[in-house]
């Protein structure tokens, strides 16, 4: 006769964390960056060292850029998590699945909350 902890499957983990720890962290680069080179553009801007570096483009729009790149990072980390957690429901993991189903949209949905943010406060700047 067997034992219950010998028929009980074993738990496998999500592995998502490693992923999400690796989107946080160039998020907050990209934070940091972004304020140190606007800070530097700004301050610099009469000696044209911050041109020579976004050289065609303004400062504004490379950022613009980067953020779109990084919503772009998020919507595909939000499809991952989708993925891991379906296949652990799949697994019978259900709990852990109505436990963090409303977690995974909430990083997308706040940088996308930001995109707009920063759309807004540039068209109000130049208009």
């Known amino acids: 006769m067997k034992l219950e902890a010998d028929i009980r499957?074993?738990?496998?983990?999500?592995?998502?964390?490693?992923?999400?720890?690796?989107?946080?962290l160039v998020q907050v680069a990209?934070?940091?960056?972004?304020?140190?080179?606007?800070?530097?553009?700004i301050l610099h801007s009469e000696d044209g060292k911050c041109m020579q570096y976004t050289n065609p483009f303004e400062?504004?729009?490379?950022?613009?850029m980067c953020k779109v790149i990084l919503w772009l990072l998020y919507?595909?980390?939000?499809?991952?998590?989708?993925?891991?957690?379906?296949?652990?429901?799949?697994?019978?993991?259900?709990?852990?699945?109505?436990?963090?189903?409303?977690?995974?949209?909430?990083?997308?949905?706040?940088?996308?909350t930001g995109i707009v943010q920063h759309y807004l406060y540039y068209n109000r700047c130049l208009g």
């Open 9 to 24: 499957r074993r738990f496998i983990p999500v592995r998502t964390v490693c992923v999400s720890i690796v989107l946080l």
């Open 30 to 41: 990209f934070v940091a960056l972004a304020l140190v080179s606007g800070y530097f553009c």
């Open 59 to 64: 400062l504004n729009t490379i950022i613009i």
């Open 75 to 112: 919507v595909v980390h939000e499809r991952f998590l989708h993925y891991h957690h379906s296949k652990a429901k799949g697994r019978g993991y259900l709990k852990l699945y109505q436990s963090t189903s409303h977690l995974t949209t909430i990083p997308l949905m706040i940088h996308s």
